[in-house]
T-cell receptor
Framework: NAGVTQTPKFRVLKTGQSMTLLCAQDMNHEYMYWYRQDPGMGLRLIHY???????AKGEVPDGYNVSRLKKQNFLLGLESAAPSQTSVYFC?????????????FGPGTRLTVT | DQQVKQNSPSLSVQEGRISILNCDYT??????FLWYKKYPAEGPTFLIS?????DKNEDGRFTVFLNKSAKHLSLHIVPSQPGDSAVYFC????????????FGSGTQLTVLP
């Protein structure tokens, strides 16, 4: 099991450029999440999905879009990157079953917008 | 408004001694709490959790204590080891927003040999 994987690991964008971050999980988890981590801010939820074809906004959704066309994949898009989106992005997933609310995280994508 | 607060950005402890990491919360609907550990250039990994119906949960060297009346939880690591040096995040689940976790800002623990 690879768990949660993220592509790419690093990326540098110019202001106004677009890109898509890919998250994949092989644990058959129903829920998937995108977070950003900034110094002193902890992990803040951008968007999440409770199943294939469904997405919902988190705490900081502006400037991002997401899609979940397949259960195992969750894509995060930046249509017009801004320097304020320089951050480390983490994807996570969790199962709907059981009583654990544990989320499993990917290794992160470090994005710099110049 | 931060609903989960970790007021100490950093903590240094001597190897073999106890590490105590603290977390305060404001939302009374939080009913499940988790601690995550994060090494540089890696994603956070789950460490230990506690339900609000308990006041203590133990797993090896790690113990989490919950004081609901004070809206405070703490993570104790005994004995501390250099490999425990990492950023520790406290997270909480709300019964009103069950699908999400709210994270604190993290505490960098350094265990000195």
């Amino acid at each position: 099991n690879a768990g949660v994987t993220q592509t790419p690991k690093f990326r540098v964008l110019k202001t106004g450029q677009s890109m898509t971050l890919l998250c994949a999980q092989d644990m058959n988890h129903e829920y998937m999440y995108w977070y950003r981590q900034d110094p002193g801010m902890g992990l803040r939820l951008i968007h999440y999905s409770v199943g294939e074809g469904t997405t919902a906004k988190g705490e900081v959704p502006d400037g991002y879009n997401v899609s979940r066309l397949k259960k195992q994949n969750f894509l995060l898009g930046l249509e017009s990157a801004a320097p304020s989106q320089t951050s480390v992005y983490f994807c996570a997933s969790r199962t709907l079953r059981g009583h654990s609310y544990e989320q499993y995280f990917g290794p992160g994508t470090r994005l710099t917008v110049t | 408004d931060q609903q989960v607060k970790q007021n100490s950005p950093s903590l240094s402890v001597q190897e073999g001694r106890i590490s105590i990491l603290n977390c305060d919360y404001t939302n009374s609907m939080f009913d499940y709490f988790l601690w995550y550990k994060k090494y540089p250039a890696e994603g956070p990994t789950f460490l230990i959790s506690i339900s609000s119906i308990k006041d203590k949960n133990e797993d090896g060297r790690f113990t989490v204590f919950l004081n609901k009346s004070a809206k405070h939880l703490s993570l104790h690591i005994v004995p501390s080891q250099p490999g425990d040096s990492a950023v520790y995040f406290c997270a909480a689940r709300s019964s009103g927003s069950a699908r999400q976790l709210t994270f604190g800002s993290g505490t960098q623990l350094t265990v000195l040999p």
